[in-house]
């Protein structure tokens, strides 16, 4: 499984507009559909079939795909259009799109697998990123692959025009043809020279070697996964709480239909400060839990082959850690996707509160938000296996 996020700044008309007319505007849509794909929207969990395609995807939608799964989105919110997304099998990424100073911004959080981009030229006004938990790549009109492995690992492979790849360190390296960029999980962004037209030979041996690397040190992975998912599954479980208690608020004053024309409102300048303390702690540590518990999932799968299995400590297994995850993976999948739902209120409240209706910054680039803590989850450097690799 890989992992990254994309963000796209388009170009917008200088005119007012309501804020809920913003908020229903489409980022693209569906074209293709393969095996199995589930879109979490709204707290909701839907599985797509065939019929699905041509179906809108919106901000904060997650889409998911199963072991056989793949599917297809052009995107087309920016004026050049002719964006289109792969999302190989056994991926995860959403949306986070804002508009800000006549760009407008959409980032691709991305948790796990593989996505593969080709960018038309971009505008002046118009901006592409992919983020992953430890690395962030900007696209400026190109063709690109990015592939996280099982254990957390980053590939940037580019076969056309150039992507900028910025890690949690703040070290920054460019992939292009006949030059990957690669994050490992403890280390900062590295660069490797190929030959130009190897890009896509380069990437499918690289994931070979790590999925080895994994196999054979499955048992530390599983060790530092599990005790990092334990860590921040109490913290996110006391700010999912806290945001309930305030979610009927969010949904009598966020919904679309409740914001009636949009533009300055003093009642959403009030609800936004009454909610931001439960945003505030939520955004603290949702990035941080649901990286940890994409790549559970990783790697409870490799578990259920017989891989990796160990104590993790004196009296606890690997099979116990992960029969209680699978205990309450989907009761934990549902409510990350009510997390995302509480989110895309606040942030229509949060546009519906800004005197023009319409700028407003993603909710991870909200610098009334706190510090961004994308960066911080990756695997800590000391559980890594050695590997020459």
Not at 85 to 93: E, L, P, R, Y
Not at 243 to 255: F, M, N, P, W
Not at 314 to 336: A, G, H, M, T
């Amino acid at each position: 499984m890989k992992t990254t996020i994309v963000t796209v700044l388009f170009t917008v008309l200088m005119c007012f507009v309501s804020a809920a007319a913003f908020a229903a505007e489409p980022i693209g849509q569906i074209v293709y559909i393969e095996g199995i794909v589930d879109l979490q929207r709204d707290g909701e969990i839907l599985e797509l079939w065939d019929s699905d395609i041509g179906l809108e995807v919106y901000n904060y939608d997650l889409i998911e795909t199963g072991y056989d799964g793949f599917a297809e989105i052009e995107i087309t919110s920016h004026r050049t259009r002719g964006t289109l997304v792969k999302v190989d099998s056994d991926t995860a990424f959403y949306f986070d799109s804002a508009k800000m100073n006549g760009a407008s911004k959409t980032n691709m959080t991305m948790m796990s697998g593989s996505l593969s981009f080709k960018v038309q030229k971009l505008t002046g006004n118009e901006e592409l990123n992919v983020r992953t938990e430890s690395a962030v790549m900007g696209v400026r009109g190109t063709e690109f692959n990015i592939q996280r492995a099982p254990e957390g690992s980053v590939l940037v492979t580019c076969v056309e025009g150039k992507v900028a790849c910025e890690d949690d360190r703040r070290m920054e390296r460019y992939a292009m043809p006949g030059s990957v960029v690669e994050k490992r999980s403890g280390s900062s962004l590295s660069r490797v020279d190929i030959d130009v037209g190897d890009e896509n030979l380069y990437g499918a041996y690289w994931i070979g070697k790590r999925e080895e690397i994994f196999r054979s040190g499955a048992d530390t992975f599983i060790k530092g996964y599990s005790a990092q998912y334990n860590n921040y599954l109490p913290r996110f479980l006391e700010a999912y709480d806290n945001l309930l208690a305030v979610k009927s608020q969010l949904e009598t004053y966020g919904l679309e239909e409740n914001q009636g024309g949009g533009g300055f409102s003093s009642k959403m300048i009030t609800v936004k400060a009454e909610t931001s303390d439960e945003m505030i702690m939520m955004r603290s540590i949702l990035p941080l839990f649901e990286h940890s518990y994409y790549a559970v999932q990783v790697l409870e799968r490799y578990h259920q082959q017989g891989i990796g299995r160990t104590m993790i400590d004196k009296n606890y297994s690997s099979d116990d850690f992960f029969e209680e995850f699978s205990r309450r993976k989907l009761e934990i999948k549902n409510k990350l996707a009510d997390v995302r739902y509480c989110i895309k209120l606040y942030m229509n409240i949060s546009r519906a509160a800004n005197p023009g209706g319409l700028d407003a910054p993603s909710f991870f680039d909200d610098m009334m938000m706190g510090a961004n803590p994308l960066g911080a989850g990756s695997m800590p450097e000391s559980s890594m296996p050695a590997s020459r690799f």
